[in-house]
């Protein structure tokens, strides 16, 4: 590992101080799950690492006034489970629960869960996270199958991501300055980068998530879906959230389906979602949204399973915001 400056702020101003404007100076650490392996590995390489575990404003769950939740960044996966506000929003615990690992939940954070590298193990073993030919060219089967045209065939990791993109969650975003302060859409928050050492997300060097902001859920339904390979800590292969609003015909009037481990960011599919507006809550439904879902995928040259995966993710993560999941893949 590269020697480095260790910095612990008992403020997000301070934090804010110690953050270069230069992409790769310092780090922010969160549970440190992700960024340690990463810099044992010395793929990255900060010159300061900021502890913000000591910010007391990062660590609560709180009410907010007109309905929702804010969650701040520093809060771990298992307090998230075990805490009652997050009832209404079963796609978020659903996702949690996957990880299947104490230790990660435990010490994982969200705003750590959403931001943390891609998993691609070619950028993991050292090489660039951009396609210089070996991932077109190599072992892509875990790469991705939407958005995948340019440079960037990664898949984004997280698995909560979908989830808030779902329940049309905000980033609470603070710097440069100590006044700047924004509220950005998490679905905005992704990107596709374009060249190498930009990331997969807007966030300047100088910024750091505070808070995700949940809206009320107002009766509607949500889930998430993961197909996995087996019940260990590991990534899903595919996976799917949904948020559904029915009508007091039991019609669906309001819909979003965002796909999760399939492109370079959480993966919302209009299609799915059109293809839901109107429809009773049933297996045909879910049966078609998932096929809508995945019709415009661009598999790699080893990874058209994961098309089959994908379509079913969003059926199941249907009939499981319905409470019509019968269980098997
Ligand atoms: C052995 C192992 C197995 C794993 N298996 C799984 C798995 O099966 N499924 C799964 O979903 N996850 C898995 N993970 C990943 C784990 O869930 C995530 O690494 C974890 O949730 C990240 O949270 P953290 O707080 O530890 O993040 P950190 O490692 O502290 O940070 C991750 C990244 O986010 C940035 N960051 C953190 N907080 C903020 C913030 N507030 N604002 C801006 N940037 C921020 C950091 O700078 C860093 O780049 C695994 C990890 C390990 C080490």
Redesign the pocket.
Known sequence: MKNFEYAAPCSENEVLQLLSDQSGQT???????????LMKKMIVTPDRVVN?MEVPT?KNIEAVDGGGVAIG??VT?DEILAHPYLEDYPAITDAILG?N?MQ?QS???L???I???PRCWFYRNGQELLDTGQISGGDNRFHAIFGNNGRSKFVQ???IAPALCVLAAEARVIGPSDSDIQMIPLLDLFRTPRQEGQREHT?LPNQ???HLVLPPVNGGLNATYEVRQGAG???PLASAAVSLELDNQQRVHQARVVLGQVAPTPWSSAAAADALMGQPLDAQAAETAGLAAVEEATPLSHNGYKVQLAQVAVKRAILRAAGLETGGL
Do not use: K, Y
């Open positions: 780090e922010l650490l969160a549970g440190g799950t992700d960024l340690v392996g913000i990062l960044a520093t996966l990880i690992s990660l010490q994982g954070t705003g750590g869960e931001l943390q590298r990791s997280s698995r966030l750091l998530v505070t800590p590991e990534f």
